[in-house]
T-cell receptor, first 115, second 118 residues
Framework: EAGVAQSPRYKIIEKRQSVAFWCNPI?????LYWYQQILGQGPKLLIQ????????DSQLPKDRFSAERLKGVDSTLKIQPAKLEDSAVYLC?????????????FGSGTRLTVV | AQTVTQSQPEMSVQEAETVTLSCTYD???????LFWYKQPPSRQMILVIR??????QNATENRFSVNFQKAAKSFSLKISDSQLGDAAMYFC???????????????FGQGTILTVHP
């Protein structure tokens, strides 16, 4: 079974620029998550999709972050404009049924550096 | 809101020895799931072990086992016969039950860096 695919692996941008991350979950996984992991900390949930609908975006900074899930499969996370404090690893994960069976399956993440 | 606390920022162990990583959590739910994840420098989050709250028996996976104390809301990970490849950041995580208004949110602790000395 193919894993969760994410791209790009690394991205360096200047503050106030925009950036987008892409995620392709495991086939058949209805639930998709985006997490932000600041260096030395645990991941923090940004947004959770169930199929193509948002079920939790309470910690998403909506003034600069946006996300969508196309046709209930791929997802993109966008930051516009970026701030220095957005430097982090952005992890995408997916699960079959809310993670009960096997937890989540994570991608390798995108390391964003804002300079 | 559920919280997960890992009170040991760093731990070290000699190769072939045993080490225990601590985790406590706070919840008002009775049915939930707990996980330990390993994150090596490659950033890939790897599932180590899972525990269903309704099961009293502690989960084991080869050299990895947990001590689940539901009343105390404690969930520690024991690594036996430590190997150099076990060196990584370890995260304890709590999963909301799926159902009602919950779609399975995973909340992580702050992590424990494990160093294995040869």
């Amino acid at each position: 079974e193919a894993g969760v695919a994410q791209s790009p692996r690394y991205k360096i941008i200047e503050k106030r620029q925009s950036v987008a991350f892409w995620c392709n979950p495991i086939s058949g996984h209805a639930t998709l998550y985006w997490y932000q992991q600041i260096l030395g900390q645990g991941p923090k949930l940004l947004i959770q999709f169930q199929n193509n609908g948002v079920v939790d975006d309470s910690q998403l900074p909506k003034d600069r972050f946006s996300a969508e899930r196309l046709k209930g499969v791929d997802s993109t996370l966008k930051i516009q404009p970026a701030k220095l404090e957005d430097s982090a690893v952005y992890l995408c994960a997916s699960s079959l049924v809310g993670g009960r069976i096997d937890g989540y399956t994570f991608g390798s993440g995108t390391r964003l550096t804002v300079v | 809101a559920q919280t997960v606390t890992q009170s040991q920022p760093e731990m070290s162990v000699q190769e072939a020895e045993t080490v225990t990583l601590s985790c406590t959590y706070d919840t008002s739910e009775s049915d939930y799931y707990l996980f330990w994840y390993k994150q090596p420098p490659s950033r890939q989050m790897i599932l180590v072990i899972r525990q269903e709250a309704y099961k009293q028996q502690n989960a084991t996976e080869n050299r990895f086992s947990v001590n689940f104390q539901k009343a105390a809301k404690s969930f520690s990970l024991k690594i036996s016969d430590s190997q150099l490849g076990d060196a990584a950041m370890y995260f304890c995580a709590y999963l909301d039950p799926f159902g009602g208004t919950s779609y399975g949110k995973l909340t992580f602790g702050q992590g424990t860096i494990l160093t294995v000395h040869p």
